[in-house]
């Protein structure tokens, strides 16, 4: 494969990357919730990331800001990574983990100290993902417990913190 390159996304990229979102989840819904995000004040230019191959936004990742809320109520920071997506035609050739690696250290970088994902329990815990129930956080989404994982970007990120997560309203849509 020729080089890689990993951006944050721009205005210029928004059709692109509706269009790969569509293709990768094969509807519309995430397409949506991703415009939906861009205008919410949970969106975080830096960490909405695309992968490009010769010209070609091929992939794409974005991380959102969202809380842990304990049964004090008290507002624990942390991100949701969702969406990733990959062209299908590009899939399982390691785009999706670059992005996630560059998106992980990018968080970090900008001070962030967890990030929960719902996904694939075959899939992210290459990347460090942990199920979530480890650190007694939940969420009301009902899924199998091994899909709904976090991860703590810096040591003990996650120290003190359980309860259930708050996403952006525009998830609430889904």
């Not at 790969?20 to 861009?38: G, I, T, Y």
């Not at 004090?72 to 969406?83: D, F, I, K, M, N």
């Not at 993902?129 to 650190?135: C, D, G, H, Q, V």
């Amino acid at each position: 494969m020729k080089a890689l390159t990993l951006r944050p996304e721009t205005i210029s990229d928004k059709s692109a990357i509706y269009e790969l979102v569509q293709l990768a989840f094969e509807q519309e819904e995430e397409s949506r919730l991703v415009d939906r995000l861009r205008e919410d004040e949970s969106y975080i230019p830096d960490l909405s990331l695309v992968a490009v191959l010769e010209a070609q936004i091929v992939g794409y990742i974005l991380f959102t800001k969202i809380v842990i809320l304990d049964d004090q109520g008290v507002a624990h920071p942390s991100l949701a990574l969702a969406p990733m997506a990959v062209l299908p035609a590009y899939q399982k050739q390691g785009i999706g983990g670059q992005l996630i690696r560059k998106g992980l250290a990018s968080a970090k970088d900008l001070g962030y100290t967890s990030v929960i994902v719902l996904g694939h329990q075959d899939y992210y815990p290459r990347f460090g993902f942990a199920p979530a129930e480890k650190w007694n956080i939940q969420t009301h989404y009902e899924v199998p417990s091994e899909y709904f994982m976090a991860l703590e970007l810096k040591p003990n990120g996650l120290a003190g913190v359980s309860g259930m997560v708050k996403y952006a309203k525009p998830f609430e849509m889904l």
